[in-house]
């Protein structure tokens, strides 16, 4: 079936400097979704991606789509404590009638 | 408008018995996931309706698991016999498709 892998982890991160986490693809994808939750809270939705090598932003947040559509990126800018969470990919395949698969999450901790 | 309700929002139980987990998702959404998540871990996916067709129940980890979802609204889990290691945070989530999912609070279900 199909499998949707995050890295890293986790990650810590001095305040101030950048953060990424990464999500791959066993297969192609039709789109893709990114979710953040908060210690304590439940996974709020971010931003979808849809088109091949799509570059989308949100402030100090950068998504991007591969071109293959088999794999994602969120790039954080001058992390601040309010980042802190844990960061979800969710993929959509071409054929499974909308159905999503989560990645395992990278948990984000800022040192201010 | 109202987003994605859930009770209880706490649930303590006694090993054996049985619970149900409501879920009242947002008006006019088709889509509706059960997820478990345990205390830091990923998201664990359980059961997924979309529309009138078959749910896809792929997830659902024992026959000691079923849900349903009454006139593609307010859907129920159910966890006959519960068990120490059910003991989890239950979330659901709601969407127009599969796709984009906005989730619910959550119940926090403790099994004594």
């Known amino acids: 079936g199909q499998q949707v892998m995050q890295i890293p982890q986790y990650q810590h991160v001095q305040e101030g400097e950048d953060f990424t986490t990464y999500c791959n693809s066993s297969t192609t994808l039709s789109n893709i979704q990114w979710y953040k939750q908060r210690p304590g809270g439940h996974p709020v939705f971010l931003i979808q991606?849809?088109?091949?090598?799509e570059v989308k932003k949100q402030k100090r947040l950068t998504f991007q789509f591969g071109e293959a559509k088999k794999n994602s990126s969120l790039h954080i800018t001058a992390t601040q404590t309010t980042d802190v969470g844990t960061y979800f990919c969710?993929?959509?395949?071409?054929?499974?009638?909308?159905?999503?698969?989560f990645g395992d999450g990278t948990t984000l901790t800022v040192k201010p | 408008g109202a987003g994605v309700s859930q009770s209880p929002s706490n649930k303590v139980t006694e090993k054996g018995k049985d619970v149900e987990l409501r879920c009242d998702p947002i008006s006019g959404h088709t889509a509706l996931y059960w997820y478990r998540q345990s205390l830091g871990q990923g998201l664990e996916f359980l059961i997924y309706f979309q529309g009138n067709s078959a749910p896809d129940k792929s997830g659902l980890p024992s026959d000691r698991f079923s849900a349903e979802r009454t006139g593609g609204s307010v859907s129920t889990l159910t966890i006959q016999r519960t068990q120490q290691e059910d003991s989890a945070v239950y979330l659901c989530?709601?969407?127009?498709?599969?796709?984009?999912?906005?989730f619910g609070p959550g119940t926090r279900l403790t099994v004594l």
């Open positions: 969710a993929g959509n395949r071409l054929t499974n009638a909308g159905k999503s698969t």
């Open positions: 991606l849809v088109k091949s090598g």
């Open positions: 989530a709601s969407g127009t498709t599969g796709e984009t999912q906005y």
